[in-house]
């Protein structure tokens, strides 16, 4: 039986064109992966903590030497990164907030980027320790940004492959809904969109 872990940023509950665009492939995934489980990390309803100093000084202390503050601050993190390792795959979903992340994502990636777990530094420079487990990318955009003036503002997309790579994943689907906020564009982008999704999961 594989697990797999979602992880939603938007700030919206209802509404989202990144939730809805995960809610779809969490049906198809579950179409070829009846006997699945799915978890949900909603980071919007988290509160999780941004990257404070007892968590950088923990970060870099053996447990012997860590005193209560530390293992308080490292706890969550601890929990975070051991479920990622432990699914058999993952979706992301991401809208762009001011030309970048959510930070809510950001926030979550600071607590799962840790060298030892994620990620090492080896003789030939930093190594994913995540053995290519499959992810999946689910970003949109209100504004049309690929091929046009406005592409090299996107820092969403570029730093989102980099940091999931740079763990050692795989990106077996990247799914970009552009033009969010453009009727015109958006219907013929959102079912584009599923019908790759749909290819993806039957290969």
């Not at 030497?65 to 530390?70: A, E, F, G, L, P």
């Not at 990164?81 to 600071?110: G, M």
Request: glycine share 6%; net charge negative.
């Amino acid at each position: 039986m594989k697990t797999l872990l979602r992880i939603d940023s938007s700030a919206r509950t209802q509404g989202s064109h990144s939730r809805e665009l995960a809610d779809y492939f969490v049906t198809e995934w579950l179409k070829k992966n009846p006997d699945g489980n799915v978890i949900q990390r909603d980071l919007a309803s988290m509160e999780l903590p941004h990257m404070q100093n007892n968590l950088i000084e923990a970060f870099h202390m053996e447990v012997d030497d860590m005193d209560d503050k530390h293992k308080r601050a490292i706890q969550l993190s601890d929990e975070l990164v051991t479920e990622l390792k432990s699914v058999d795959e993952v979706i992301i979903s991401s809208p762009l907030y001011n030309l970048n992340i959510p930070s809510p994502l950001k926030a979550y990636l600071d607590h799962v980027v840790r060298v030892g777990h994620t990620f090492r530094v080896g003789e030939n420079g930093y190594e994913g320790l995540l053995n290519d487990k499959p992810a999946y990318l689910i970003t949109t955009k209100g504004e049309v940004y690929k091929g046009t003036p406005m592409e090299p503002l996107d820092f969403q997309q570029p730093y989102l492959e980099t940091i999931f790579g740079f763990m050692g994943m795989k990106m077996y689907g990247k799914y970009y809904l552009e033009g969010t906020s453009k009727t015109e564009v958006l219907e013929p982008n959102r079912q584009q969109l599923k019908q790759q999704m749909e290819l993806t999961l039957k290969n």
